[in-house]
């Protein structure tokens, strides 16, 4: 019986250690996965966007204007409508998001939370391309009427419906931050004096930095990679944005332009290639987009080790 006992014992062990190896291969073959599938996406932008380069001269691509019809492939009028929409839509959507977040996770009674959250990522969910229809309906026309435009469709139409599309992703993860913060802090900041706001500033917010920024920066890339909605509203003419008067002038995006013309293009052809070049700026940007806030995020915790410490 107690060979039997120890035997059992011994199958137990090994049966977790060959678990816990199983799981532990399956978390590294899926993190290198990701790193792969990245990698292989920008080895095929690269590969379809080559004879852009050879083809054209740089300095033509970084022209202001954009006619495919007669070869004229200047993406700045693009690059420029991208940055400025997304621009407005970091203005509008961050403040707000962050306010939200902290009204959800530190002022508002818990019946109220619980209803305010469970909405807030609900509108997370709505089809970009609904958005796209109640902006043409109601947006478009209140903007084109109150601020006395000759459309609506412009880019501020456009900034205005993307920050409604980061703010439920800025919050829900900025609350998640922001609730993660340890009670023990707050109520050491109450218990020297501080008040309640005092407390949400200088405490709970620098503690959950790191959370709250990871919240900026997913907030960001869903502005900036969304296609449907600032195709819908934002009147689509490639246009050089020159200043914050452009916000109310209808423009183009990057990715506007791509879910516009790749259907149309054959297949092979200059137009092709300039499209997948698009799409490698694209990609370009996001990536140091992603790199500048893992950037900021690591030096964060390293000052806050150094302050624990």
Do not use: C
């Amino acid at each position: 019986m107690t060979k039997f006992a120890n035997m059992k014992i011994i199958f137990n062990i090994k049966y977790r250690q060959l678990l816990e190896f199983i799981v532990e291969s399956m978390i590294r073959i899926s993190g290198y996965s990701a790193v792969l599938f990245v990698f292989l996406i920008f080895v095929f932008l690269m590969q379809e966007s080559l004879p852009t380069f050879v083809d054209v001269r740089v300095g033509d691509l970084w022209n202001q204007r954009w006619y495919p019809i007669e070869n004229y492939f200047g993406i700045l009028p693009l690059l420029s409508g991208s940055l400025i929409i997304t621009l407005g839509a970091a203005i509008v959507s961050i403040p707000l998001g962050i306010m939200t977040a902290i009204f959800i996770a530190e002022i508002a009674p818990r019946w109220l939370r619980e209803i305010l959250k469970p909405l807030v990522e609900i509108l997370g969910g709505v089809p970009s391309v609904v958005l796209g229809f109640l902006g043409i309906t109601v947006l478009a026309p209140i903007v084109r009427e109150e601020l006395y435009l000759p459309t609506g469709l412009t880019a501020f139409t456009g900034a205005i419906l993307l920050a409604g599309m980061a703010i439920p992703t800025i919050v829900s993860v900025a609350e998640d931050a922001l609730d993660a913060v340890p009670k023990e802090y707050k109520d050491a900041a109450l218990a020297i004096g501080a008040t309640r706001w005092q407390t949400i500033w200088r405490v709970t917010l620098p503690a959950a930095r790191s959370g709250v920024l990871t919240a900026i920066m997913l907030g960001i890339g869903r502005a900036i990679g969304e296609t449907m909605t600032v195709m819908m509203v934002t009147g689509n003419a490639p246009q050089m944005a020159s200043g914050i008067g452009s916000l109310f002038v209808s423009l183009r995006t990057m990715t506007a332009t791509i879910a516009a013309e790749m259907g149309e293009v054959a297949n092979g052809s200059l137009h092709y290639h300039v499209l997948f070049s698009i799409g490698l700026v694209l990609f370009i940007i996001s990536f140091i987009v992603n790199i500048s806030a893992s950037a900021v995020l690591f030096r964060s915790r390293k000052r806050t080790e150094r302050l624990l410490s």
